[in-house]
């Protein structure tokens, strides 16, 4: 008897019958799509995990239906899934198959093109002068604009997307979803604000709906009624001139009319990233009281998403009605057998994603799309977990979470490893991060750790500070060196002042109670994360910030709530400023005009950084074979390198 009664439910998307209500929201895969425009192996084997892992329906990454129109193609290579003839169909069923194998349905996720939102690197390499409904700014460069589509190239475009929905129905596919959200094509024509076109394809709500109807027709007529199409869309922009939500209830109806299988309902746009990739700062389920509104008008299936990588919650959505289908994207690639372990009543071992969008980062590094928390997302059998027949005795020093997903998987390849941790408990830096409001998700993936470590016969031995004494004594094959980092310490308060001055860490902890006016000087991600938190118990909170803009190492996404979230929070900022001294009353920091100003505050938190410790480093590596140093105590970074780091070195020993 599962927990989640409610999402192992079968379910039907038109002619397509699901084993359960969980599906794998479509995400891009970056560089694990070939040259030639088909899924290569590893985008099979990507695919095929989450299918293993026991979801009841995969949508692909998006898929173009052509080049001719808006190419992602140079010199005949192509950057993404082309479905354009039907001898492609021989690549396709090696996916659908492979995926059906294990009771798991399929559709892919179609698009008609980019538009205003047309990326400047691919103009540069293509010369693609962008296109859309109308001459509107582009969203990257709006001191450009992209020109109106003609009526010819308006109806070519419709006769390939319904080519490429054929196409998918040949080559093993259950179904297509059409990519209708975001401000892509789809959507301009749909919004007018995007659309000022006077001729049939624009004007009013009817003629902004023709091409996007137009395509359903025509794919219904190419690739048959009986082919289930999903339309995923925005409820609402929430952006001025945007669509608003009646508009939004208003096409859910007409879509329904026309045939269409499901709705897939999302919100937003480009221009707040943040709610159609919601990042760790938005609430969870943050989109469910908006497909609530789209259930009350339509009979067809309807599809919610948007941080609802939690059982309970999943389940709860889908026992009050609120959703049909409950889509989840991120939390597979964390953890392909998010699933299965659900079923099986093993939530607390459940990999969570901890809403960083490294994975999304990846892809706008023309890289292929991975995992933070979960290095083998995307390289499923390189990186594969294997058992090793010679055992080693591995020593890991430090129980951070470089250390713990070291001594993790060394200890599940079959070595016979020893945890040190100089602390009475393990999670060095994560267990004052996760006590953030903010944060809460990687505290979730500390525990998720801890208890993965307390699982395997892994000896811990806590409130040990390792010498070089105890390493020779011990006598270790190997060693991970993953003692972490500690807080810079560049400036002081005045002995003699009431200021208090204390560290980003002190602050996450709670070590020191703060004042009523606080400066925070650094405006990273810790610094703005800090001031959201302190500002929100009704404290008078400024950040100082030496850099042009805060929070640079930020994803987009992620940095612009965090920004929103100060603005709506009153928070004063201070950026392309540079600290010159705490002084007894507050801080002087000096303004890109060279001049001086006074910011007082009874407390000043110093989030400037982190500094390795290595001091065992040098000596280790004179008495132990293999050494290896992991994590902070190498130059202090994020969760995503110190898993990676710990991961990849302890799978391959």
């Known amino acids: 008897m599962t927990m989640y009664p409610f999402i192992f439910r079968a379910g039907k998307i038109g002619t397509a019958n699901m084993k359960n209500r969980l599906i794998m929201a479509p995400m891009g895969i970056g560089a694990l799509t070939g040259f030639d425009g088909l899924f290569t192996d590893r985008a099979i084997d990507y695919y095929e995990e989450r299918a293993r892992g026991g979801v009841g329906l995969i949508i692909t990454t998006v898929c173009l239906a052509t080049n001719k129109y808006e190419p992602w193609e140079s010199g005949g290579l192509k950057l993404l899934p082309t479905f354009d003839n039907l001898i492609k169909t021989r690549n396709l069923k090696q996916l659908t198959e492979r995926i059906h194998d294990h009771d798991c349905k399929i559709f892919a996720q179609i698009t008609a093109g980019w538009g205003r939102v047309y990326r400047p690197s691919l103009i540069a390499m293509t010369g693609h002068q962008p296109m859309g409904p109308s001459k509107v700014p582009l969203f990257w460069t709006p001191d450009k604009s992209a020109r109106e589509m003609s009526v010819d190239e308006i109806e070519g475009l419709i006769d390939a997307l319904a080519n490429a929905a054929l196409v998918a129905r040949e080559g093993g596919f259950d179904g297509i979803e059409l990519h209708g959200h975001e401000g892509y094509l789809l959507d301009q024509f749909k919004t007018a604000l995007w659309n000022t076109r006077s001729d049939s394809y624009g004007g009013d709500f009817w003629g902004r709906m023709k091409f996007p109807l137009s395509v359903i027709k025509k794919i219904q007529k190419i690739a048959g009624s009986d082919f289930p199409i999903i339309y995923r869309y925005g409820l609402e922009h929430k952006i001025e001139g945007g669509r608003k939500r009646e508009e939004g209830l208003k096409i859910a109806e007409v879509l329904e009319k026309e045939g269409i299988a499901a709705l897939h309902v999302d919100v937003g746009c480009y221009e707040n990233w943040y709610w159609p990739h919601p990042p760790e700062y938005q609430e969870p389920g943050c989109m469910v009281e908006m497909v609530q509104e789209v259930k009350k008008k339509v009979k067809i299936p309807v599809i919610t998403v948007g941080r609802l990588g939690y059982p309970h919650l999943a389940n709860q959505v889908l026992e009050r009605g609120d959703a049909d289908f409950v889509a989840i994207g991120r939390p597979l690639l964390a953890d392909p057998e998010f699933v299965k372990k659900c079923r099986d009543g093993r939530e607390a071992d459940i990999r969570p994603c901890i809403g960083c969008h490294e994975c999304f980062r990846r892809i706008h590094q023309s890289k292929f799309i991975s995992c933070a928390v979960n290095p083998a997302c995307g390289d499923e059998r390189r990186l594969e977990i294997r058992k090793n027949n010679h055992q080693k ?257 302890a799978v391959s020993i």
């Open 393 to 649: 005795k591995v020593m890991v020093i430090g129980g951070g979470i470089a250390g713990l997903e070291a001594a993790r998987v060394s200890a599940l390849r079959g070595h016979n490893v020893t945890l040190y941790e100089k602390s009475a408990s393990l999670g060095g830096l994560l267990k004052a991060v996760g006590k953030h409001s903010l944060k809460s998700d990687y505290e979730r993936f500390l525990n998720y750790q801890i208890r993965q470590v307390r699982k395997e016969n892994i000896k811990i031995k806590l409130g040990k500070a390792i010498d070089i004494e105890t390493v020779k004594k011990e006598k270790p094959d190997m060693v991970f060196l993953a003692t972490g980092s500690t807080p810079l310490e560049i400036f002081k308060a005045p002995v003699d002042g009431s200021v208090k001055c204390l560290s980003a860490l002190d602050a996450l902890n709670g070590k020191v109670e703060v004042g009523s006016s606080i400066v925070i000087v650094g405006g990273g991600a810790t610094g703005c994360e800090i001031a959201v938190e302190l500002a929100g118990k009704s404290n008078n909170v400024t950040i100082c910030e030496q850099l042009s803009e805060l929070a640079p190492d930020l994803f987009p996404a992620n940095r612009d709530m965090i920004i929103n979230l100060l603005k709506s929070k009153n928070v004063r900022i201070f950026t392309d400023c540079k600290l010159e001294r705490i002084t007894s009353d507050g801080v002087m920091i000096k303004l890109s005009d060279g001049s001086e100003s006074l910011l007082k505050a009874d407390t000043v938190i110093l989030s400037i950084g982190m500094k390795p410790v290595d001091v065992l480093l040098p000596e280790l590596n004179d008495i132990v074979a293999e050494v290896y140093a992991i994590g902070d105590c190498v130059t202090p970074r994020k969760v995503k390198d110190a898993v990676w780091e710990a991961y990849k070195r």
